[in-house]
């Protein structure tokens, strides 16, 4: 299953639960995106022709973030541009998680092993605005299929 999280006419997640399947492959992303997540399904025997990528410039504007759900339960939640909490889901293992704009935090429910992938270079503190969680008595939790 795949399920986008949207507000305000923006794209904040796409999850890519585990029991997604499809055959051949699949885009997620627009070519827009600077961070790209896709799937693909093939039988053994299938040869993916050797290849390497060439120097492209591009401008990265927004880090974009995959976190890859190894083991346990991470709650997430979502806020808009202007940090207004939205809602939560819960991601466990095998979920893959895009996080494309507005923010977002995390509450571990279950130990948990993630794999989490960016874009660089890492700019430090520059890289965010950090601020408070919401509280649990104004959680809205989304149904995590």
Do not use: W
């Not at 795949?2 to 499809?22: F, G, M, P, V, W």
């Not at 492959?25 to 990528?53: C, E, N, W």
């Not at 346990?72 to 494309?100: H, K, M, N, P």
């Amino acid at each position: 299953m795949l399920e986008s999280i949207n507000a305000n006419n923006k794209q904040l997640a796409l999850i890519l639960r585990h029991s997604y399947t499809t055959e051949d492959i699949k885009f997620f992303t627009p070519d827009s995106y600077s961070q790209q997540l896709g799937y693909m399904k093939r039988s053994a025997g299938y040869v993916i022709q050797p290849h390497v990528h060439n120097p492209v410039r591009r401008e990265v504007e927004y880090t974009k973030e995959v976190l890859i759900i190894k083991r346990g339960v991470v709650r997430v939640d979502f806020y808009s541009e202007d940090q207004t909490y939205l809602e939560s889901t819960l991601l466990r293992a095998g979920d893959i998680i895009l996080l494309a704009f507005g923010g977002h935090g995390f509450e571990i429910l279950e130990e948990a092993e993630i794999v989490e992938v960016k874009q660089g270079p890492y700019c430090g503190e520059q890289d965010k605005t950090r601020f408070l969680p919401v509280s649990p008595d104004q959680l809205i939790m989304k149904d995590a299929k």
